[in-house]
């Protein structure tokens, strides 16, 4: 444990690329291969389940350190990360500690779910009693189930390869599925990570994924590409980006953030794939009477249903929308040109001739203007807009342009000026700033008009925009709750966002995807921020 606290303050501590590439190496190159596999799941993106409840975790915090409740909720308001809270407020540890992290997570802190609340209590004050600053707060954060870390996979990756001496794209290839949560990870499985490139390599996958191949955003004129004829075009689905992937007699499905999504469409993993077969492609719920995609707020009902009724099965069907073939056979075609697999993927989709796998039809125009203008029937086909992908391109790791380049051409976004009213402390190195914003829109008639929030966004300003707004938010302070302040309507910013549809969980009745700041709107009051019939509008143009 002692380790990886030391290597996750100095991953928060640093915005340096390089120091954090040499923190990274040293830690791998010398951490137990147990402790370094459950290192490489939270570092690559694997999040702990919570295993003590917040209630518990802060009645028991305030109990240990003898400390008032009010004293312990001024500091939390003051801190805003529980976590950072209680490592603050505890005394000092009378013991050391030098258990790993492997049996900290294995014997320590799993044994907490579920536990009986004086079990609880009693780990928790033996193990705070044993733990540096560091290591409390890290502990915090692992049982609390709030862990993140400033580090990117691909740093892992390119850290990993260096104490492995093997390609990146190696490390990146036996990455995936490793931050699914239902595979314990362990030492044989970390030495296999790092091990020497094997002839093997391929049968060792079993049912894992290929690392995604991502697409570049198109700023710029189109025609600056050059010949349209040396680009393949399709439309961009507004889906969740997944392989199929078909080895040992079983199909998986497995989503681009690696969770393994199989259960949540059993439709899909029913399809008869040829053994050997990975299908890159976008799940999507279909409108089969109509034959085109139905809006993403269908697919969001799936995705939050823990049980698939029949019925609700039949009324929201899912489909793989395929736009590439990675492996055929057994054989890795990732290294054959665009064109090439897509000539193989219309063979294999005609052949399997079943209605859950579908393919992403290409776009034909004489020149890019034509294309241009197609693409502005984006939102009335339900698409976001289209993917340009040269013929040449092999498929590559990532978001690269080593091999050939794919382009995401998408549509401008929705936009509307929407009203600050609650902000909240951020992570890391923002803790100590206000940087997750609520926004509200105005409902009603003049006279009894209110703000009623709509949408959540943290992303799409400068650090010197962020000090700026958080000034702000601190002047105009009306209330606190907990780490949450209401402040005075003092600024509107203008939101983006790509998608719109009714949401009877959310107050405005309308939920917005992908919402973001564009820029914060000091040109304009907020008496004439838009209202909540703007949103309504924009519904129903994306609706007909």
């Given at each position: 444990m002692r380790e990886f606290a030391r290597l996750y303050a100095e991953l928060d501590e640093t915005t340096a690329t390089n120091r954090k590439l040499e923190a990274l190496q040293q830690y791998f190159s010398t951490a137990a291969p147990e402790n370094a596999a459950w290192a490489v799941y939270f570092?690559?993106?694997?999040?702990?389940?919570?295993?003590?409840?917040?209630?518990?975790?802060?009645?028991?915090?305030?109990?240990?350190?003898?400390?008032?409740?009010?004293?312990?909720?001024?500091?939390?308001?003051?801190?805003?990360?529980?976590?950072?809270?209680?490592?603050?407020?505890?005394?000092?540890?009378?013991k050391r500690s030098d258990v790993g992290l492997a049996v900290w997570m294995e014997e320590r802190i799993g044994p907490l779910r579920g536990a009986d609340p004086g079990a609880i209590r009693e780990a928790l004050f033996s193990y705070w009693n044993?733990?540096?600053?560091?290591?409390?707060?890290?502990?915090?954060?692992?049982?609390?189930?709030?862990?993140?870390?400033?580090?990117?996979?691909?740093?892992?990756?390119?850290?990993?390869?260096?104490?492995?001496?093997v390609?990146?794209?190696?490390?990146?290839?036996?990455?995936?599925?490793?931050?699914?949560?239902?595979?314990?990870?362990?030492?044989?499985?970390?030495?296999?990570?790092?091990?020497?490139?094997?002839?093997?390599?391929?049968?060792?996958?079993?049912?894992?994924?290929?690392?995604?191949?991502?697409?570049?955003?198109?700023?710029?004129?189109?025609?600056?590409?050059?010949?349209l004829a040396d680009w393949q075009v399709e439309w961009k689905y507004d889906g969740i980006r997944a392989q199929l992937v078909r080895r040992g007699g079983q199909n998986y499905l497995w989503s681009r953030g690696e969770d393994l999504i199989s259960e949540r469409f059993p439709e899909l993993c029913n399809a008869h794939l040829p053994e050997g077969t990975v299908l890159d492609g976008e799940v999507l719920v279909w409108d089969h009477l109509h034959d085109v995609p139905a809006p993403f707020a269908e697919l969001q009902?799936?995705?939050?249903?823990?049980?698939?009724?029949?019925?609700?099965?039949?009324?929201?069907?899912?489909?793989?929308?395929?736009?590439?073939?990675?492996?055929?056979?057994?054989?890795?075609?990732?290294?054959?040109?665009?064109?090439?697999?897509?000539?193989?993927?219309?063979?294999?989709?005609?052949q399997l001739d079943q209605p859950q796998i579908k393919i992403s039809p290409l776009v034909h125009a004489d020149?890019?203007?034509?294309?241009?203008?197609?693409?502005a029937e984006s939102r009335a086909r339900g698409v976001e807009g289209m993917m340009v992908k040269a013929k040449s391109a092999q498929y590559g790791v990532g978001r690269t342009k080593d091999v050939g380049t794919w382009w995401k051409w998408k549509i401008d976004p929705y936009t509307v000026d929407a009203v600050l009213i609650y902000a909240q402390a951020g992570h890391g190195r923002r803790a100590s700033l206000y940087t997750d914003y609520t926004f509200a829109v105005w409902d009603g008639e003049d006279g009894e008009r209110r703000l009623v929030?709509?949408?959540?966004?943290?992303?799409?300003?400068?650090?010197?925009?962020?000090?700026?707004?958080?000034?702000?938010?601190?002047?105009?302070?009306?209330?606190?709750?907990g780490p949450v302040r209401s402040v005075k309507p003092t600024m509107v910013f203008e939101i983006g966002f790509e998608g719109i549809a009714l949401s009877p969980r959310h107050k405005a009745g309308i939920a917005v995807r992908f919402p973001r700041i564009l820029r914060r709107r000091d040109d304009k009051p907020v008496e004439d921020a838009d209202t909540l019939d703007t949103l309504k509008g924009l519904l129903a143009a994306a609706r007909a």
């Open positions: 570092l690559a993106g694997g999040k702990p389940r919570q295993a003590v409840p917040t209630k518990l975790l802060r009645q028991y915090a305030i109990e240990y350190a003898v400390l008032d409740e009010w004293l312990f909720d001024e500091s939390y308001n003051a801190v805003g990360d529980l976590a950072e809270t209680i490592a603050y407020i505890l005394p000092p540890p009378e044993e733990l540096d600053w560091r290591e409390r707060f890290l502990f915090c954060k692992l049982i609390g189930g709030g862990f993140r870390v400033g580090v990117s996979k691909l740093l892992v990756t390119r850290a990993l390869a260096h104490i492995a001496a390609d990146s794209k190696l490390i990146a290839q036996r990455l995936m599925g490793w931050t699914d949560g239902s595979v314990r990870p362990t030492a044989p499985r970390f030495l296999q990570l790092i091990a020497a490139q094997s002839d093997e390599e391929h049968k060792l996958r079993g049912g894992q994924p290929y690392p995604f191949f991502l697409a570049h955003q198109l700023q710029g004129e189109p025609a600056a590409l050059g010949d009902r799936r995705i939050g249903r823990k049980t698939l009724s029949a019925k609700l099965l039949a009324e929201l069907p899912a489909v793989l929308v395929c736009y590439d073939l990675l492996e055929l056979d057994g054989v890795d075609l990732r290294a054959l040109p665009q064109i090439e697999r897509r000539a193989l993927l219309e063979t294999q989709v005609a020149s890019w203007e034509a294309l241009t203008e197609l693409r929030p709509f949408a959540k966004a943290y992303s799409g300003l400068t650090d010197a925009e962020i000090a700026q707004v958080d000034n702000a938010i601190r002047k105009t302070t009306v209330e606190k709750f």
